[in-house]
Antibody, heavy 122, light 110 residues
Framework: EVQLLESGGGLVQPGGSLRLSCAASGFTFSSYAMIWVRQAPGKGLEWVSAISDSGGSTKYADSVKGRLTISRDNSKNTLYLQMNSLRAEDTAVYYC???????????????WGQGTLVTVSS | QSALTQPASVSGSPGQSITISCTGTSSDVGGYNYVSWYQQHPSKAPKLMIY???NRPSGVSNRFSGSKSGNTASLTISGLQAEDEADYYCTSYTSSSTVVFGGGTKLTVL
């Protein structure tokens, strides 16, 4: 059974840092691209960052470029999101998700974690 | 990249059909057959319902169908059921080789 379990969320002051983790199981983690998507309270979904299966290619939404860094450790089946210089507008539930193998698009995701809440506030 | 445009809300009675639109540009929806739809129940993770405009992942009811014309994609749910009440989001591949989400549509089953 595919499982994605996010952790690392919490309350942080503006300008602070957090590192989110997403522990994967039930599939060959190193074979799939992964994504972080966030959802501010009461708002819609917004993609944050994506990484290729090997980790050699990464992409970022303009809103987080230069502040957030995606990475992965395929030996530990874990995806990460290092979040620096956090702002109030980064407050959201952060989901990790796995690329769908049956889609021709690299941007379709078939399994999602339950999310971890990041709150940026003084 | 601006968000794709979806109606804020739609509603229908059990057994009826509803359609949710998703409007983009020639740089996203109109340019690629890579439109997807996700269903999200409150406090739950999104679920992929449609990919590549018309395809359903295994296990998704055939009451859900997708289509596209020009820069607008649509999700149709037939035979509405109470369990279909949720938020629905469209996404599209973009000319920047990234993805753009729609603003989301709240479906109410009356």
């Amino acid at each position: 059974e595919v499982q994605l379990l996010e952790s690392g969320g919490g309350l942080v002051q503006p300008g602070g840092s957090l590192r989110l983790s997403c522990a994967a199981s039930g599939f060959t983690f190193s074979s799939y691209a992964m994504i972080w998507v966030r959802q501010a309270p009461g708002k819609g979904l917004e993609w944050v960052s994506a990484i290729s299966d090997s980790g050699g290619s990464t992409k970022y939404a303009d809103s987080v470029k230069g502040r957030l860094t995606i990475s992965r450790d395929n030996s530990k089946n874990t995806l990460y999101l290092q979040m620096n210089s956090l702002r109030a507008e980064d407050t959201a539930v952060y989901y990790c998700a796995k690329a769908a193998p049956y889609s021709g698009s690299p941007w379709d995701f078939d399994y999602w974690g339950q999310g971890t809440l990041v709150t940026v506030s003084s | 990249q601006s968000a794709l445009t979806q109606p804020a809300s739609v509603s229908g009675s059990p057994g009826q059909s509803i359609t949710i639109s998703c409007t983009g540009t020639s740089s996203d929806v109109g340019g690629y057959n890579y439109v997807s739809w996700y269903q999200q129940h409150p406090s739950k993770a999104p679920k992929l319902m449609i990919y590549e405009v018309t395809n359903r992942p295994s296990g998704v009811s055939n009451r859900f169908s997708g289509s596209k014309s020009g820069n607008t994609a649509s999700l149709t749910i037939s035979g509405l059921q109470a369990e279909d009440e949720a938020d629905y989001y469209c996404t599209s591949y973009t000319s920047s080789s990234t993805v753009v989400f729609g603003g989301g549509t709240k479906l109410t089953v009356l």
